[in-house]
């Protein structure tokens, strides 16, 4: 792999744009000029959105925007000195070093293995001086290959693994240094969204962290290389954990009762000596006072917790909530889906007769369909299939709340969590057989997080080392779902069956204005952030009302998913109209992602707005919000009713109202391109000049 970065891919003094966008633009331009891009635009897609999840500026000056993505065949670098700097998020200003990494989306572990090399070489100052100190391309090309093609820096996670070498402390580090006579131990996890850069960056500087303060440090990396997990011994002899993590610890339960240091992946750039001695000083005194970190990224929190996820509660409570909806949505999908389906084949009176028919007819004993007018073709055939379609929609269905409670409680406690919370989630919808209210995906809500909160506070008791392997499986499942069970049923059922029974009889009784500012208020919702935890509330309100609606079009809950899925429609095509209606407005990968965009708007896939959003926020989110406001007050005002889930306007036989559904559609797709038209037709950069720009630039 010596051809990973070459003299063509390499800029010196460079002035490429003003914005990072326009220096991955101009350095993916690199990678395809030198003929190592099959698809310049789809690298710059992927890399803009891996841009969008954290900034990839680093202190010292250093950016390395990464993806991976099938834009490429092979793993390159493209590497530019800026001149003049340009801001990629870091707190000490801009970066004069940008390396584009890209790798190929299927790339095997060897590929990955290289790229990881570079990422711990960029933490280390000798390597970064000379590429400052470069005077051509061809010596920083060999700089770069001189570092990817030597023997790794560290092992990790295995428990044969040499310490790193003990050196005095150079830092502040006093709590962190120890006598010769007991060397201390600690272990840590590093991971972020990709797993190609930071994470290994991250192990890197708290490698050498912990060999500055004289402490052996074994550190697991979760990234796309690969991880060897942290042998339980090294994990039971650790005196501490340090996570350093902008997505979640793959299980996460071998290190229960652990002190544990966490925060944001990039924390250590900066402040590693710092995490090692709070790990140290939590291992000596677990009782210590809390000190606030300074991490970054989807994992930025309170930088010292024991025993804790190390998240802000606002992050906290992000993490927890769609961790809960992303698990809920297969099902929801799945059911409901089948259920449209089921009236496809057998008529929306197979509802009632559905057992039955499975019951005592079969495939070669069709039933009669005189009690079903509307089944497809007025076939016995066609009634059956509708049947046990509708018989397995409605078993899926019966998973969305518990689902939903039970990965609220595995977001918060880790896999001891799952069990209490699918009983507390089972709860919210079956008190009502033993005639008390359900509380419906209000009391799911409730009931996972107190399930997680018990599952959690149970894996912190000390206990003797003989019941340690009692607790995942047996103690803490029993005590928190007889405890969290105990208040669901004996404290919170009966307040929240009739907040859930107010709120069912305040949607059953909208009609007029109040029907059209709940469509207005779902429309904002779904396209505000395009997939993001607003989005999948509105989405959640409307599919868990979908459960339990009946089957009259007047049903408003019908009404409510219509609103919802209609207005998460309109973003990506209302940037695909604008793109061909002002082309001159977007650039070369804005128009292409346009393309697609029709499709994925269609098809009910409101992140096909992303890109746009990402490139330009200020513009793009309020254009798409109006015109999403403006199909959900439609569609409530035309009364449009779906029975299906997900699909768009692939289940057309699902819709009430279809004339209204397509105006109320159309509506907020034309408002939401003028509005995005004219709001970047104020003060906006002319893009195909910057596309016109961009060959010159990248050949600076």
Request: net charge negative; charged share 15%; aromatic share 6%.
């Amino acid at each position: 792999m010596s051809d990973l970065i070459s003299a063509d891919l390499v800029r010196l003094d460079a002035e490429l744009g003003s914005d990072k966008h326009d220096v991955i633009r101009a350095l993916a331009r690199v990678v395809g000029d030198a003929g190592r891009a099959t698809d310049v635009d789809q690298l710059v897609e992927d890399a803009f959105a891996r841009e969008a999840t954290s900034a990839t500026g680093l202190p010292g000056g250093i950016a390395i925007p990464h993806c991976r993505t099938a834009g490429v065949a092979e793993p390159v670098l493209a590497f530019a000195r800026l001149a003049p700097p340009v801001d990629f998020g870091a707190k000490d200003g801009p970066a004069d070093l940008a390396f584009l990494i890209s790798a190929p989306a299927g790339g095997d572990n060897t590929h990955l293995q290289l790229l990881t090399k570079l990422a711990r070489a960029l933490v280390k100052p000798a390597f970064t001086d000379a590429l400052r100190a470069a005077t051509s391309p061809e010596e920083v090309a060999s700089l770069v290959t001189e570092v990817v093609g030597a023997a790794p820096a560290a092992k990790h996670a295995t428990p044969a693994a040499e310490p790193a070498p003990a050196a005095p402390a150079t830092t502040a580090t006093t709590p962190a240094t120890t006598t010769p006579a007991t060397k201390r131990s600690l272990v840590a996890v590093t991971a972020c969204p990709t797993g190609i850069a930071h994470t290994y960056m991250a192990a890197e500087a708290l490698e050498a962290a912990a060999a500055r303060a004289g402490v052996d440090l074994q550190v697991e990396t979760q990234g796309s290389a690969g991880a060897t997990p942290l042998a339980p011994e090294t994990i039971a002899a650790a005196d501490a954990v340090i996570f350093a993590v902008d997505v979640g610890v793959r299980d996460r339960h071998r290190f229960a009762g652990k002190p544990l240091v966490s925060s944001g992946v990039k924390r250590p750039f900066d402040q590693a000596d710092a995490m090692i001695t709070e790990a140290l000083a939590y291992a000596d005194d677990p009782n210590a006072p809390r000190v606030e970190g300074s991490g970054s990224g989807a994992g930025d929190a309170s930088a010292a917790t024991t025993g804790g996820s190390g998240e802000s509660w606002a992050g906290r409570t992000r993490r927890v909530l769609m961790t809960g909806v992303s698990y809920m949505i297969p099902f929801v999908a799945a059911g409901g889906l089948l259920i449209a389906l089921s009236f496809l084949f057998g008529g929306y009176e197979i509802v009632g007769p559905a057992g039955d028919i499975a019951k005592n007819n079969s495939i070669w004993d069709l039933p009669s369909t005189a009690d079903l007018p509307h089944a497809l073709f007025d076939s016995g055939l066609m009634a059956y299939i509708g049947a046990v379609l509708f018989i397995l929609g409605a078993t899926a269905f019966k998973f969305l709340v518990p689902a939903l409670a039970g990965y609220i409680a595995y977001a918060i406690a880790d896999r001891p969590g799952i069990a209490p919370g699918f009983v507390m989630g089972a709860l919210a919808v079956d008190l009502g057989g033993f005639g008390i209210a359900q509380s419906g995906f209000l009391g799911g809500i409730v009931g996972g997080v107190l399930a997680g909160v018990l599952a959690l506070w149970v894996s912190r008791w000390p206990v003797p080392s003989w019941a340690r392997g009692l607790m995942p499986v047996m103690i803490i499942p029993l005590v928190s779902t007889l405890v969290a069970g105990w208040i669901m049923v004996a404290v919170l059922a009966k307040p929240l069956g009739w907040l859930m029974t107010q709120l069912s009889d305040g949607l059953n009784s909208l009609n007029g204005g109040s029907a059209i500012i709940l469509g207005v208020i779902l429309g904002l919702m779904m396209a505000f952030d395009m997939g993001g935890p607003l989005n999948k509330v509105a989405y959640a309100f409307a599919t868990t009302g979908l459960a339990a609606a009946g089957t009259a079009s007047d049903s408003p809950e019908l009404k409510v998913m219509a609103a919802v899925m209609l207005a998460g429609m309109v973003p990506p095509i209302a940037l695909a109209l604008a793109t061909v209606m002002r082309p001159q407005l977007f650039n070369l990968p804005e128009r292409e992602n346009g393309k697609a965009g029709w499709l994925l708007g269609a098809s009910f896939i409101t992140e096909g707005a992303i890109p746009f959003a990402a490139a330009d926020p200020l513009r793009v989110i309020p254009g798409i919000m109006l015109g999403s406001a403006v199909t959900g007050g439609l569609s409530m005002a035309l009364d449009v009713a779906v029975r299906a889930p997900h699909g768009g306007i692939f289940v057309l036989f699902a819709v009430h109202n279809i004339l209204g559904y397509f105006i109320a559609l159309f509506a907020g797709v034309i408002v939401g391109a003028a509005a995005v038209i004219i709001l970047k037709s104020i003060g906006g950069k002319d893009p195909e000049l910057a596309d016109a720009e961009q060959p010159a630039l990248v050949n600076a």
